[in-house]
Each structure stands twice: as C-alpha cells, then as structure tokens.
C-alpha cells in the first residue's frame, strides 16, 4: 500500500492523506473532518498487504503517523521508501524524472495538494526502481543487499526481499558482502582507505551504499543528491576519502 501524507507546517499536523493498494486498486481520500476515523479506515485498507510504501515515507510520513494513532496496526508492517532506494537505482544525472533529486527529494507532483495522485506517483517511481535494479551488476546488487538490510535483528523485511528476488538468492553473508564491495572498490578508489572502509562496512549501512552507487558512475556528469548529504552525511566523507591518493 501506497501513502502520502499532507502536513500543516504551523501546527505539524496532518490535514490530509491518500492511499492506494497496487494488488487490489483499492484507495482512500481524507481531507479535513475526523482524523481517527480516517485512520482507521486507512489501517483497514492496509490489512493483508506486504508492506507499505511511501516518498520519503521514513523521514516523514511514519513519524507523523506515529504521533497521530501510534496504534495504528500499519506501522508495523514492513516499510520500503521509494526516495531512499532512488540513488542506487538512478545514480546518474538527470536521475529519475518524477524525483526532485536536486532539491529536497520530493515529487515532482502533477496537482498540488492531491495526496492519492503523490501515492500513485510513488508506486510508478517504485516500479521503475526494480526495473532500473534489475539492470545492476550482481556485485554492486550484493554489496547493497548486504548494506541496507542489517542482520540479525535489523533486517529491514520488504527491502530484504525485494533484493532476494532481483539476485535469486537470500542475504550474503559477511564474507561475501566484502567481496563484493572490495572488487567494486578496486580500481576506482584508494587502495589504503579502500581497506580501511571495508574494515568498517558493517556499521556504514546507507552510507556506504550511496557512495557505492556515486562510485559507479564517477566521472560523468552526476552528482550525490543533496537530500543524502543531508540524512546521510556520513555518504559525502566517504566518497572524499574513497577519491583521495595515498
């Protein structure tokens, strides 16, 4: 399921939202009146989906939810957001045309104000995500799955196994996951830091994920997005180490 949520900058609160279920078509609309009642009519739309999907859904979206109905039975089902997963699928410049990369991140919005059609875009940049996924080398596939899914306790489920169905295989092991960042690393980065980043890989999660994705295509025209400067500062120190001689 699909959502977008509208959220009064004065107050902080939500005053509208709009959701869409890809398997079944169903959707739902609030605008103004009783926000409970909608949310429960929203918890009952969720019922039976795998996962809930939103632009900048972590960030944002889950924290206002949260504040509003923390019952709500939604918030525990597992979370795949289409603004994180954007850089790796699309790390080259003009990026994906619906994301505002440059900027804050967010959509590029047909209508403003119109909360279902912000929940439709978010499935159609998702489904270009996996397909634009689907393309990656195996190993940058890996090194990903391995940095963006922390185990045990952490394994973040939907993302888990969305990268289980593109490399037709569960988790790699620690072992593996190294592997694949250092022949990624090779020839593209310094060899001294290079060792040094893989020595903490398992702590860097987004970070390094991102630079990897930058990494990929150094040399052209792309340029990390400011939003992951910003929510994942560590990404920029990174890439600066990564580049340097030694």
Not at 12 to 36: K, Q
Not at 101 to 119: F, I, T
């Amino acid at each position: 399921m699909s959502i977008d949520l509208e959220v009064a900058r004065k107050d902080g609160r939500i005053h509208a939202f709009g959701a869409v279920r890809a398997d079944t078509g169903g959707s739902l609309t609030h605008s103004g009146g009783n926000l409970t009642a909608a949310l429960e009519k929203l918890d009952d739309l969720a019922e039976g989906a795998s996962f809930v999907l939103g632009h900048n859904l972590i960030a944002f979206d889950l924290s206002h939810l949260t504040a509003a109905k923390p019952d709500l039975r939604l918030l525990k089902l597992p979370v795949v957001d289409t603004l994180r997963l954007s850089p790796l699928a699309f790390p080259r410049n003009p990026y994906h045309h619906l994301v505002k990369h440059y900027q804050d991140g967010g959509l590029r919005r047909g209508r403003v104000n119109d909360p279902e059609l912000d929940a439709r875009l978010a499935l159609e940049v998702f489904a270009d995500e996996v397909e634009s996924l689907r393309g990656v080398t195996p190993d940058l596939l890996t090194a990903w799955h391995w940095l963006i899914t922390p185990a045990p306790e952490g394994v973040d489920r939907a993302l888990d196994d969305l990268f289980t169905e593109l490399r037709r295989s569960r988790r790699p092991t620690d072992t593996e996951a190294h592997a694949a960042i250092s022949g990624r690393l090779e020839g593209v980065a310094c060899a001294t830091y290079g060792r040094e980043v893989l020595a903490e890989a398992d702590r860097l999660g987004w970070a390094l994920a991102y630079a990897l994705a930058w990494l990929s295509v150094a040399g052209g025209n792309s340029v990390m997005p400011p939003w992951v400067r910003h929510q994942f500062p560590e990404a920029g120190g990174l890439v600066r180490r990564l580049r340097d001689t030694a």
